[in-house]
């Protein structure tokens, strides 16, 4: 070889020395092709074991499980739940986890979005790092602390505070009737909630912030718009896909939260207006009395409510997609 040449790349040389790789090429998309469905065969798998299981109490209640109420013989009071006499309905538990997300996201989904503005366009640089460090690392706490520190910190505050102030400002409402002396209840199981969700939304909601182009803010604040004014229609309007999508995950962390909730909302099977009385949610049940079903008829109605919990999933996911339509009328997000 010459003075002043090279030789072959090694990229090259590869490609000259692998011969005929179609074989290869073929096994490799049929492998990423086998991945990318088996996140069907998951999910299939997952409802057809929880139709299975839960045959017995399809074929005794049907779809009553998740609407009837049963009427107690002796007090002719309306009962939901009694594994002694094989009543069950699962009314109690999807009321109990319907509130108690929906009260997790009144709290969080303000305080999220409003720390992902605050650290993406108002943040001084040096408190941003360890601020959003520490926003993070609350998501990383396992759910059992959350609840132990709800039941020593949380409870006792609500009992002897918060509760209190509710019922004398809105106690006419009829949803803070505090007959409740212990603390738990519905507003403790969205308490705690919101602060395990509050990283997500908070996270995902500054990161798709961050994505939106310095472009479009120097671009508002040219026409002579505010600083609130530049965020909400040149930052808020391009990222409210994302926002929604950030709140969809956090939703979805409250809807499928166990130990936490189990630990504060009170583990009774009822449903109270008030948000300050005993409730439960379908997590809570199946974790506190899957290990101490004796009966088969038990054990199906719990793996019922495991479905019925599958079910809510979906539906929760297809209410956020029609949120997502409402918003943006099919176009995608752009400033106006």
């Not at 989904?109 to 366009?121: H, Q």
């Not at 926003?135 to 132990?148: D, H, K, Q, W």
């Not at 391009?238 to 999508?245: K, L, P």
Request: glycine share 10%.
């Amino acid at each position: 070889m010459g003075p002043g040449k090279e030789g072959p790349s090694p990229v090259r040389v590869f490609l000259l020395s692998r011969g005929n790789s179609a074989i290869a090429d073929r096994a490799f998309r049929w492998l990423m092709t086998l991945c990318a469905f088996s996140i069907f065969g998951i999910v299939g798998l997952i409802a057809w074991r929880l139709m299975v299981s839960s045959q017995m109490t399809w074929s005794q209640f049907g779809l009553g499980f998740f609407y009837k109420s049963f009427v107690d013989p002796v007090n002719h009071q309306p009962m939901y739940w009694d594994p002694v006499n094989g009543y069950f309905s699962a009314v109690p538990f999807i009321y109990g986890t319907l509130v108690s997300s929906f009260l997790s996201l009144l709290i969080a989904v303000p305080l999220g979005v409003g720390l992902a503005i605050f650290l993406t366009e108002m943040c001084p640089r040096a408190l941003r790092g360890p601020l959003a460090f520490l926003t993070e690392l609350l998501a990383a706490i396992p759910s059992i602390v959350y609840g132990l520190w709800a039941m020593y910190a949380l409870v006792p505050l609500l009992r002897e505070y918060v509760n209190p102030l509710l019922t004398s400002l809105l106690g006419w409402t009829g949803l803070f009737n505090n007959d409740n002396p212990t603390g738990l209840g519905f507003l403790a199981g969205g308490v705690i909630l919101s602060i395990m969700i509050l990283p997500i939304i908070s996270s995902l909601t500054r990161e798709v912030m961050t994505a939106v182009p310095h472009s479009q803010r120097e671009a508002v604040l040219a026409l002579g718009a505010t600083r609130w004014e530049m965020i909400r229609m040149g930052v808020l309007r391009n990222a409210r896909i994302g926002i929604v999508g950030a709140i969809i995950l956090g939703l979805g962390r409250a809807l499928g939260e166990t130990m936490a909730v189990t630990m504060v909302i009170g583990n009774t099977p009822e449903i109270h207006k008030s948000l300050l009385a005993n409730g439960t949610s379908m997590a809570a049940v199946i974790a506190n009395e899957f290990s101490e079903a004796v009966s088969d008829l038990h054990r199906s109605a719990l793996i019922e409510i495991g479905l019925a919990l599958f079910l809510v999933t979906i539906v929760v996911n297809a209410c956020a997609q029609l949120l997502v339509w409402v918003v943006t009328r099919g176009a995608p997000a752009q400033a106006r």
